[in-house]
């Protein structure tokens, strides 16, 4: 049966409509993808030419500049300096043998360089760039660049290396950075790749370490396109690496220059604080090194050197020594004894030269006693036997408990290698640690500094700033981070009596103002910069009785390691303070002999802001001082480049 022609014509119409809609959207796609296939082949044709050859093209990572460290004053202390360096990618070389070999005409390479290399290359991914040889000279580098047709998978290189400018006077404060260990790595829970970067430096001890994630900054990376034998034909893109955050410390370079001097030739340690915010100005600790040694990679020598000094210059005696602080220990017991109301301001002691208790002699330090004491003359004079009255009144846990309040046994947040907690002892903590009951004994030893107590420079340095304020003084040795201020504070009241602490610091003040006081002798003279102190002396060794019977040795008369240590605590100006001093000298004998002269200069120096005038001392004293300071071995702050450059 035939269709009318009406149907047919709209079949017709319908098909051919279909067949319009049809051909247009594969027209469009075939558009669309001969523009793709321009794109592709012509556009990005170099680009995909490389990567069809996937050996050609190499990322790299680019080491971020580390931050840099600045004292409170923005001088520079720890900075980064040009390193000429070359290296090798194992993936763009066959032979490493040949090319190490041929390097070896152009550069100093001993055998030993070379076997490192290779372990080296072993153990690292084919792709990461291995340091063959830094610290360069121009013309070493130069020579490199010149055959670098004919040392495939060699590239010289511009880096950064880290610099100490002030040399040893922050070996103990910043530390020191060096190059990424297996045993670093085996520590550290960090999957960031720049520590798989061979000879990659990291903060090994002090500042350096503890601010590391800081101080590190962030990797960028570069595109390169090698040739066959592996070298760099060109750059094809790149990310900026991101340096790490600049750092500023509260350290003043002036007076830790001036610490560290005077200290020379002890084995000593020196923490000077700002009493009403915290700040640590100087953290100095003798003898000391230079941190730039361990950076360049420190000789046999060298390193024996220190670890064979019997003065321990590696250690840090100003936050890692744990020393009895003997005497300047007392004004805690007096405090505990005042606050619990078991002794009056006036109210005497006497002191014979020695006291029996329990079946045991206690002995003063004046072998003929000091007759009657108050409490200021206690402080005065030290008598040991006015302290051994006050424990057994008192007793180890209210002592413990007043010491703590002042800042003993408490390790301080700062960021430092191995910061001491010292030790403040209770009877739980010898049963516990010793398996032995507590005796009274332990208490008549804790209340002069002996026996179990311990404490640090940086904590005897905390216990007499908040003497001196009545508040609890936090140290604080990080002033901003990438130019974000750390906040001070002068701390809470201490919930200890103004009665109580007047008490305590008429004492100290006596000892170094008044005539018969144990530092007497290192006094200020300047009305404006007079020090309140206390002096200590704590014993390393036991005195038996037949050494009292007919005398005891005199420091002077023993062997260094046998000798008592010397300290020295106070702060200055005693009627507005503002900065307190901690001193203490290993096996120096008196307190008031080694450790007083000590402070007197540091606290001056840090009341001047510079080397202390002769007139600031006992015009008696000045053709000795004025010896003493010419000798110091002082260096300028101007010699180091101030922020914002380069060492």
Avoid at 13 to 29: E, H, Q
Avoid at 277 to 289: C, Q, R, T
Avoid at 564 to 582: E, N, T
Wanted: hydrophobic letters at 40%; proline letters at 6%; glycine letters at 10%.
């Amino acid at each position: 049966m035939r269709r009318p022609p009406k149907d047919t014509e709209e079949s017709v119409k319908l098909i051919t409509r279909r067949s319009l809609v049809l051909g247009t959207g594969m027209t469009a796609f075939a558009g669309v993808l001969g523009l793709r296939m321009r794109h592709l082949q012509v556009d990005q044709a170099d680009q995909f030419r490389l990567l069809a050859e996937e050996n050609r093209i190499n990322i790299r990572l680019l080491p971020p500049a580390r931050g840099e460290i600045f004292d409170r004053n923005g001088l520079l202390i720890a900075g980064n300096e040009q390193n000429y360096r070359v290296v090798m990618v194992r993936d763009e070389v066959d032979d490493p043998d040949k090319v190490l070999e041929d390097l070896s005409n152009l550069i100093p390479l001993s055998p030993d360089d070379i076997a490192r290399v290779k372990q080296e290359l072993a153990k690292r991914s084919r792709l990461v760039p291995v340091t063959i040889a830094d610290r360069l000279t121009w013309e070493d580098l130069s020579q490199v660049a010149v055959n670098a047709p004919a040392l495939p998978g060699i590239t010289p290189e511009f880096g950064l290396s880290r610099a100490y400018p002030r040399l040893d006077d922050y070996a103990h404060v910043i530390g020191y950075v060096g190059p990424v260990s297996d045993y670093d790595l085996s520590k550290i829970d960090d999957k960031d790749p720049l520590l798989q970067i061979p000879k990659f430096q990291i903060g090994k001890t002090g500042a350096e370490a503890k601010l590391e994630r800081d101080l590190r900054g962030k990797a960028g990376t570069k595109r390169v396109e090698v040739n066959a034998y592996g070298r760099v034909m060109r750059e094809l893109g790149r990310d900026e690496s991101t340096k790490g955050s600049d750092v500023q410390l509260t350290v003043d370079t002036r007076l830790q220059n001036f610490v560290q001097a005077r200290l020379a030739g002890e084995s000593a340690a020196v923490v000077v604080i700002d009493v009403n915010n915290g700040d640590l100005l100087s953290i100095g600790s003798a003898p000391a090194f230079d941190p730039n040694l361990f950076v360049r990679g420190i000789s046999v020598a060298d390193y024996n050197g220190l670890t064979q000094n019997k003065y321990r210059p590696l250690a840090n005696k100003a936050v890692q020594g744990a020393y009895p602080p003997g005497s300047t220990y007392k004004m805690v017991t007096a405090l505990a004894a005042l606050e619990m109301g078991v002794v009056g301001p006036e109210e005497t002691v006497w002191c014979g030269g020695h006291t029996e208790v329990a079946g045991r002699r206690f002995h003063c330090w004046k072998r003929g006693g000091h007759g009657h004491m108050n409490l200021r003359e206690s402080i005065k004079y030290s008598c040991d036997l006015y302290y051994y009255e006050l424990a057994q009144r008192v007793g180890v846990e209210k002592m413990s408990e007043m010491a703590r309040k002042l800042g003993l046994g408490e390790r301080h947040d700062i960021p430092m290698s191995a910061v001491s907690k010292g030790l403040i002892p209770t009877k739980a903590w010898k049963r516990a640690n010793r398996g032995e009951d507590w005796v009274i004994g332990d208490s008549l030893n804790a209340a002069i500094g002996q026996g179990f107590v311990l404490a640090t420079p940086l904590q005897l340095a905390v216990m007499t700033a908040r003497i001196a304020t009545g508040r609890s003084v936090k140290p604080r040795l990080i002033n901003a981070i990438a130019g974000e201020e750390f906040p001070s504070s002068a701390g809470e009241p201490l919930g200890i009596s103004t009665s109580a602490l007047n008490q305590a610091r008429g004492g100290m003040i006596a000892v170094s103002n008044e005539r018969r006081g144990t530092a007497y002798s290192t006094r200020i003279a300047e009305d404006a910069f007079r020090m309140a102190g206390k002096t200590g002396t704590s014993q390393v060794r036991n005195i038996t009785k037949a050494e009292r019977a007919r005398g005891v040795f005199r420091n002077a008369d023993l062997p260094w390691e046998r000798r008592d240590h010397a300290l020295f605590v106070g702060y200055a100006p005693f009627d507005k303070p503002k900065y307190a001093v901690s001193v203490v000298v290993e096996h120096g004998g008196g307190g008031s002999t080694a450790a007083a002269p000590i402070a007197r200069d540091v606290i001056l120096a840090a009341q001047y802001g510079g080397v202390p005038p002769l007139a600031a001392y006992p015009e008696s004293q000045h053709g000795r001082i004025s010896t003493a300071l010419e000798e110091l071995n002082l260096r300028d702050p101007a010699d180091t480049p101030p922020k914002g450059t380069r060492a």
